[in-house]
């Protein structure tokens, strides 16, 4: 079984839009058009059996739409897994969190540089201390982000704080635990209660250094996404065989631990 836990996709009226200019912000080439079908037919072709559809409410006001649309994806059953996702300085993030729990969401998708607020800063420790008392998945950007100038909101030092503040969470830190800060990742974040996720690792990593992250960390808490549109499934397994892993190894990677952090 092949589970993708990092994937993005949009409403189509606005997914032309939104890859286009994503794509132009941080210089990526995206492999499908960004519409949930075009993702599901990417994921069916490359061995894909469910896939995570990660949403970003980048504002208050935009958080509501974007949790609809997340409910929305239910309907197309276990195969797809949606994220929703709050913004600290929204007055309706516990009701809408509440909303996301009731209809049967999985996760809360923080991407800190589009949100504009860094991981460690407090106001967003209620909003956290709430999503682990729901039983919420929480995946957060990890490290730097292409798009955008330093400071880094998530930067892995940063990103320790909240793991040690709470220890009950059940938190992925995407991109190995740091874009393009993988040492520090593996300096502050190997010892925490912390997953980390694949997702982009055979654009952006050495082969060397992901391999010695993932052992870092343990291969009970790596695993797998992409990244679609911005990288694919078949380039990250491509990039993972490589590497001299056991069959029951790469199988947590692929699909176990995702199962086991579903509570599956």
């Known amino acids: 079984m092949l589970i993708d836990f990092h994937a993005h996709a949009f409403l189509d009226k606005l997914a032309a839009n939104a890859v286009s200019s994503l794509a132009a912000r941080a210089h990526f080439t995206p492999f499908c058009d960004g519409t949930v079908d075009g993702t599901a037919r990417l994921m069916r072709e490359q061995g894909v059996d469910r896939f995570a559809v990660l949403n970003i409410a980048v504002s208050p006001k935009t958080e509501r739409h974007v949790n609809d649309f997340a409910i929305s994806l239910l309907d197309r059953g276990d195969t797809v897994l949606p994220f929703g996702s709050v913004h600290p300085s929204s007055p309706d993030a516990f009701s809408e969190l509440e909303r996301l729990k009731n209809a ?27 999503c682990a008392e729901l039983g919420f998945i929480m995946l957060f950007h990890g490290g730097a982000d292409r798009g955008f100038s330093p400071p880094v909101k998530t930067a892995p030092r940063r990103m320790r704080r909240v793991a040690l503040r709470f ?58 996404g992409s990244d679609c549109p911005w990288d694919t499934p078949a380039n990250t397994v491509a990039f993972l065989q490589a590497m001299d892993f056991s069959q029951e190894e790469y199988e947590k990677i692929y699909s176990k631990n995702a199962l086991k952090i579903l509570g599956e």
């Open 104 to 130: 049967g969401v999985c996760g809360i998708k923080f991407h800190n540089e589009y949100q504009n607020f860094f991981v460690d800063d407090e106001i967003a420790f209620p909003v956290y201390e709430r």
């Open 167 to 224: 220890p009950q969470a059940k938190i992925i830190v995407a991109h190995l635990g740091g874009q393009d800060m993988q040492q520090e990742a593996i300096d502050e974040l190997a010892d925490t209660n912390v997953y980390i996720d694949t997702s982009f690792v055979s654009r952006s990593v050495e082969p060397s250094v992901a391999e010695r992250s993932i052992r870092a960390f343990g291969f009970d808490r790596v695993i797998f």
